[in-house]
């Protein structure tokens, strides 16, 4: 679907959601800002923010996702798609990195940047499984994984989701080694944009070793 024109005014907005998602007010101004515009939207933000504190969706927002969801999903690129899921009323869209994408991680950011609206949230998934790697070696992985971290469309990020299996999980996590993902995903995750980071198909003993790790960095959540 064609992207749609964002002026300023909207950017500006868009911006201060992106710099804090867990402040309502920035929603509620831009809802605002919509809403005075005739734009749908702007309702479906308000009761989506609502619907947070009680912990489900309510009959009307439900609704007006099924007759609008449509329109505010713009801009899909390559590898992404979108689940269904909202954020505070935003779509958040799901985007994967692994063995069949064309390019290396920080390459597919560089790509995704032009494709990606401001109006979307992401849901970013990293596949480091040996079957899961993007062409090159897995020393690579380690190399890209802390610029992706660092990357201006890390700011649009909800969920971090990076998958792992037995063999590789004590490697990439290792607290005492040089390769240490979990550190280099404290250091350059803000918990403020990224709520958590899911960390799938780790050992046991990775993660207790992992949680333990966390606990420096509130705001993370590891998920096996």
């Given at each position: 679907?064609?992207?749609?024109?964002i002026?300023?005014?909207?950017?500006?907005?868009?911006?201060?959601?992106?710099?804090?998602?867990?402040?309502?007010?920035?929603?509620?101004?831009?809802?605002?800002w919509?809403t005075?515009?005739n734009?749908?939207?702007?309702?479906?933000?308000?009761?989506?923010?609502a619907?947070?504190?009680v912990?489900k969706?309510?009959?009307?927002?439900?609704?007006?996702?099924?007759?609008?969801?449509?329109?505010?999903?713009?801009?899909?690129?390559?590898?992404?798609c979108?689940?269904?899921?909202?954020?505070?009323?935003l779509?958040?869209?799901?985007?994967?990195?692994?063995?069949?994408?064309?390019?290396?991680?920080?390459a597919?950011?560089?790509?995704?940047?032009?494709?990606?609206?401001?109006?979307q949230?992401?849901?970013?998934?990293?596949?480091?499984?040996?079957s899961?790697?993007?062409?090159?070696?897995?020393?690579?992985?380690?190399?890209?994984?802390?610029?992706?971290?660092?990357?201006?469309?890390m700011?649009?990020?909800?969920?971090?989701?990076?998958?792992?299996?037995r063999?590789?999980?004590?490697?990439?996590?290792?607290?005492?080694?040089?390769?240490?993902?979990?550190?280099?995903?404290?250091?350059e995750?803000?918990?403020?944009?990224?709520?958590?980071v899911?960390?799938?198909?780790?050992?046991?003993?990775?993660?207790?070793?992992?949680?333990?790790?966390?606990?420096?960095?509130?705001?993370?959540?590891?998920?096996?």
């Open positions: 679907m064609p992207s749609i024109r002026t300023d005014r909207e950017r500006s907005l868009l911006e201060a959601i992106h710099s804090a998602p867990q402040e309502d007010k920035h929603f509620l101004a831009y809802a605002e919509l005075n515009r734009n749908p939207l702007g309702e479906f933000i308000r009761m989506s923010c619907d947070m504190k912990g969706p309510c009959k009307q927002s439900r609704l007006l996702a099924e007759r609008h969801g449509d329109e505010w999903v713009i801009s899909l690129p390559e590898n992404a979108f689940d269904g899921h909202y954020f505070k009323g779509p958040v869209i799901r985007m994967v990195v692994h063995a069949r994408t064309p390019a290396s991680p920080l597919l950011m560089d790509i995704w940047s032009d494709g990606v609206s401001p109006r949230f992401l849901n970013l998934c990293v596949d480091l499984r040996p899961g790697l993007w062409k090159g070696t897995r020393e690579k992985c380690w190399i890209e994984l802390p610029k992706v971290f660092r990357h201006p469309l700011r649009q990020v909800h969920t971090l989701s990076v998958a792992f299996d063999l590789c999980s004590e490697e990439s996590l290792s607290l005492g080694g040089r390769r240490g993902v979990i550190r280099d995903i404290g250091r995750v803000d918990p403020g944009r990224t709520p958590f899911v960390l799938h198909g780790a050992s046991t003993r990775t993660r207790q070793r992992a949680e333990r790790e966390l606990i420096a960095f509130p705001g993370l959540r590891f998920v096996n």
